[in-house]
């Protein structure tokens, strides 16, 4: 059984920077692509990055370019999102989430190509 286990959210004033983990298991985290994707409330939930466990290959929201950086370390099985530069409207549930690594176009980020979710860590950015 798929399990992801979001941690490292908390309270960050505007400018800082946090650091999010997914650990995963119950699969083959090289046969997967993993994603983050937040959710503010009111607000649909969006993609924000993701990453082959495979080949490493990245994508990102272009409201976050240049902000956060994804990786991963497979010997852990976990999935990092380094967040810099931490904005208000940056506030919300950050999930982690994967899917088989199928060949379809996960790095478009959309919610629905991901299966497989964990409970989220919440963000919160004071101004």
């Known amino acids: 059984e798929v399990q992801l286990v979001e941690s490292g959210g908390g309270l960050v004033q505007a400018g800082g920077s946090l650091r999010l983990s997914c650990a995963a298991s119950g699969f083959t985290f090289d046969d997967y692509v993993i994603g983050w994707f937040r959710q503010a409330p009111g607000k649909e939930r969006e993609g924000v990055s993701c990453?082959?466990?495979?080949?490493?290959?990245?994508s990102y929201a272009d409201s976050v370019k240049g902000r956060f950086t994804i990786s991963k370390d497979n010997a852990k099985n976990t999935v990092y999102l380094q967040m810099n530069s931490l904005d208000p409207e940056d506030t919300a549930v950050y999930y982690c989430?994967?899917?088989?690594?199928?060949?379809?176009?996960?790095?478009?980020?959309?919610?629905?190509?991901?299966?497989?979710w964990g409970q989220g860590t919440q963000v919160t950015v004071s101004s």
């Open positions: 990453i082959s466990g495979k080949d490493g290959i990245t």
């Open positions: 989430a994967a899917e088989e690594d199928l060949g379809h176009n996960y790095y478009a980020l959309k919610p629905g190509d991901f299966a497989s």
